[in-house]
């Protein structure tokens, strides 16, 4: 039986990659700093360790064939776009990835996925919310608009000088926004989805919501279920990446938290306020994904809102 590492089985993607692993009949070793905050961990064995740490990495990877590496300081846009947290950020960040990466050739590991981020595009081609350029091959001349993106992009290069120098098979996916049920939906580090459907969740009849910005910026979003299989496919393919996985239903901020009020069933109206918005413009490019993957998403924004929407709704309750 083929053995699995995912670093970040704790976080919200992670725990929703090793549920997938699992169905897939692998066993899986599961990895982060903390226990899956909803208990979305059906890891055969959890190890509570730091990556920062090379003694973890060296003791995870042992008599494993692949790793999934998702391990990240992230949040949403009032944790990434704010700068204070910038310096811990590149550094926890890419600690995990260069430890996990020396350990893995170390120990033989066979292949390795990375999770990249749509934030390492440049901020010159997303100036125009209703025209944002996201394909693969315009990453270069580099210029991400958050430190978390120049990290990204730097370790997107780490991984493939792996494989260059010591044949290590790799897979990179550049992620864009993916969203769904049991992931942070409060406290600062929630992003887009988790914070529309919790603020309409939350808002009294007649009241209304705060959107960061002139909401004129746009985005486009994908169910996490989607992205499971996108990533599942890379790693079954020959094809190494970098490719995006993403939604190509690309929406303004302000509609998108109409959804979220629609989706409530309330009469709310929208505040836009100051606050960090990122770039105006972004929105998945999946040319490359079709024609390497052959697959493309499925589901609609609507459809996966919804879902996100009614767990948030019950996590308010349970909280209540």
Not at 22 to 41: A, I, Q
Not at 157 to 186: C, E, K, M
């Amino acid at each position: 039986m083929k053995k699995i590492l995912v670093c970040g089985a704790g976080g919200f993607i992670g725990g929703h990659l090793v549920n997938r692993l699992k169905l897939e009949g692998f066993w899986v070793r599961g990895v982060d700093l903390k226990d899956n905050e909803y208990g979305n961990n059906n890891s055969d064995e959890f190890i509570l360790g730091d990556l920062r740490d090379p003694e973890v990495a060296k003791k995870v990877v042992k008599g494993i064939d692949e790793v999934y590496q998702l391990a990240a300081d992230m949040g949403g846009a009032g944790y990434i776009f704010t700068g204070e947290h910038d310096a811990d950020v590149m550094n926890n960040s890419a600690l995990c990835n260069l430890n996990v990466l020396g350990a893995s050739q170390k120990e033989g590991v066979k292949k390795i996925f990375y999770s990249s981020s749509a934030c390492m595009y440049p901020e010159y081609n997303q100036m125009d919310p209703n025209n944002p350029k996201c394909s693969e091959d315009s990453a270069y001349p580099a210029a991400p608009d958050s430190e978390y993106g120049w990290e990204k992009l730097f370790s997107e290069r780490l991984y493939l000088s792996y494989q260059r120098n010591y044949g290590i098979d790799v897979r990179i996916a550049r992620f864009h926004n993916i969203f769904g049920p049991q992931g942070t939906w409060t406290g600062g580090k929630e992003k887009a989805p988790a914070a529309m459907c919790r603020k309409a969740a939350e808002a009294p009849e007649g009241s209304q919501i705060e959107v960061w910005g002139d909401g004129k910026q746009t985005r486009s979003f994908l169910y996490i279920d989607e992205c499971i299989e996108a990533v599942m496919r890379l790693m079954n393919s020959d094809f190494t990446g970098p490719v995006n996985i993403g939604s190509e239903e690309m929406i303004s901020i302000n509609n998108f938290a109409q959804m979220a009020i629609d989706i409530s069933k309330k009469d709310l109206k929208i505040k836009n306020i100051e606050g960090p918005t990122g770039v105006r413009g972004r929105n998945s490019d999946n040319k490359l994904l079709s024609e390497k993957l052959n697959w493309q998403p499925t589901q609609s924004l609507m459809e996966g809102m919804q879902k996100t929407y009614h767990w948030i709704e019950q996590q308010i309750n349970l909280n209540n």
